[in-house]
């Protein structure tokens, strides 16, 4: 993918947009530390990243970010992307967390195990539990547990609307956990919503089957579980947000996914196609898109 010419692309977007396109398997290991949490503040002003641990690995934990006001405030868990590999981290999201805060939402930027300390079923029961845990914070931070919504990026926008659908799962499956979190809507920022159609598109390379342990062929009940696609109806409140220019994750991604989810049933789905907006655009706050993206992420928190 080549930068457009009518604005400047940061460096760093270089780096992802060449790594992810060159990528066909899992990224290399994490690198570096995270960084310390600020302290909370009084006085109602904004608080984070407090950082919290909802596991023992050093990748299960999140950072929350609090709004001014004394709550209780709806919570946005932010979800990144990466093609599952260790190599990309919530770091993608910082700049994301901090906008959608202060439009007066807590964000619960989140780390989980990817591929090379994760994989099926660690990836996924990480997610889960990280969105269970808002329940322990709740009391502390004025959380609005009636008012969880998840926001994904690419290969999180998989575990976005996956966390939100796991419910459907029979009770005893792992995945499922024992008393998921009700989610009230979930955003998917040029999400990778059909994992078998991902491998037939090129989406990652090969990383949906490394995620999973196989191809579909040989792990059917793994891509019945994980892929959102699979799991329709979800019965919950989903928004699509993808760029025309995506050649990461390209735009009939979503709308397959929009067709099915009409078909099966789902009855509040919709699709904001953003003329001209690239794969990173859904996430970069600098971006000339973001106006356009950030109005379709708050709008699912317009619930009744």
């Known amino acids: 993918m080549r930068p457009r010419a009518d604005r400047h692309v940061p460096l760093r977007r270089l780096g992802l947009v060449v790594s992810l396109a060159l990528l066909a398997a899992c990224a290399g290991p994490e690198t570096g530390k995270s960084p310390e949490p600020a302290s909370s503040s009084g006085g109602g002003a904004p608080t984070g990243p407090l950082r919290h ?66 994989g099926y079923p660690v990836t996924l029961t990480d997610v889960g539990l990280a969105v269970d845990t808002l329940r322990d914070l709740a009391s502390t931070h004025h959380l609005d547990t009636t008012k969880v919504f998840t926001v994904g990026h ?32 979930a955003v998917s920022l ?28 040989e792990v059917p009940a793994r891509y019945a579980e994980a892929s959102p696609r699979a799991l329709l109806p979800i019965g919950v409140r989903q928004i699509l947000v993808h760029g025309t220019d995506d050649a990461i994750v390209p735009l009939v991604m979503s709308t397959h996914y929009l067709d099915a989810a009409k078909a ?36 699912i928190g317009a619930l009744p």
């Open 154 to 185: 690419s290969a999180g926008g998989q575990l976005a609307v996956w966390v939100a659908a796991r419910a459907r799962l029979p009770a005893g499956n792992p995945l499922r956990g024992v008393n998921p979190l009700p989610v009230a809507g």
């Open 264 to 299: 099966a049933g789902e009855k509040d789905i919709t699709l904001k196609v953003i003329e001209g907006g690239d794969h990173f655009d859904m996430i970069e706050p600098s971006s000339t898109k973001w106006a356009e993206v950030s109005q379709a992420i708050v709008g």
């Open 53 to 118: 641990a909802y596991g023992p690995d050093p990748s299960q934990f999140g950072e929350l970010r609090v709004p001014q006001g004394e709550g209780p405030h709806p919570v946005m868990v932010i979800l990144h992307g990466g093609c599952w590999a260790d190599g990309y981290r919530k770091d993608l999201m910082d700049g994301m967390s901090e906008s959608l805060t202060k439009a007066g939402f807590a964000t619960w930027n989140v780390e989980y195990r990817r591929l090379g300390s994760g």
């Open 190 to 217: 040029a999400g990778v919503l059909d994992l078998a159609e991902a491998l037939d598109l090129g989406v990652c390379g090969t990383a949906a089957a490394n995620l999973l342990g196989g191809s579909p062929t």
